[in-house]
């Protein structure tokens, strides 16, 4: 029995149908793997936002601490908590070194709140070394709970 060239054509109707629905199916889980790489990507570029905020606000208090060495030499920078507000205001006028380090205190705890999550700072002095450390609130393994992240850098003034 030989088939003839219509009878091939209708019995091989469907199958176009069924390729493109495939296609159509592969296609739509590529976009969402796209998207779902995409929301990774903004992820980790957060977490990477906040660590560098953090070591640039760390060395900008390091800078700041040694440009004022009297008042690093009277420990005026080493405060547990920091203070949250200062009596003269440095920024416009002149002041002396313990009155210059609260301002600088108040002034990088208020940056380090604003652009880090809970973001707040420590420093401690032993000798010539400076320790400053930076911590921040995430939630680094999606399970809702915040984690303290830290930067942590030690110089030498």
């Known amino acids: 029995m ?8 209708q019995k091989m109707h469907g199958v176009t149908m069924i390729e493109v629905m495939v296609s ?5 889980f590529s976009l969402l793997g796209i998207a779902a790489l995409h929301g990774l990507g903004v992820k980790f570029g957060n977490k990477a936002y ?8 760390a060395y900008d208090i390091v800078d700041r601490m040694r440009a004022n060495p009297a008042a690093v030499a009277a420990s005026n920078y080493v405060q547990d908590p920091l203070p949250s507000s200062y009596s003269s205001d440095c920024g416009s006028g002149t002041c002396d070194a313990a009155a210059l380090a609260t301002y600088d205190l108040v002034n990088w705890n208020t940056v380090n709140g604003t652009i880090l999550p809970n973001g707040n700072g420590a420093i401690t002095v032993s000798g010539s ?15 809702g709970v915040a984690d303290v992240k830290s930067v942590s850098i030690t110089a030498q003034l």
């Open 50 to 57: 906040y660590r560098s905020q953090a070591t640039a606000q």
């Open 129 to 143: 070394d400076v320790t400053v450390m930076v911590n921040w609130v995430e939630d680094s393994n999606d399970d």
């Open 24 to 28: 159509l199916v592969i296609l739509a």
């Open 2 to 9: 030989r088939l003839t060239g219509m009878y091939r054509r």
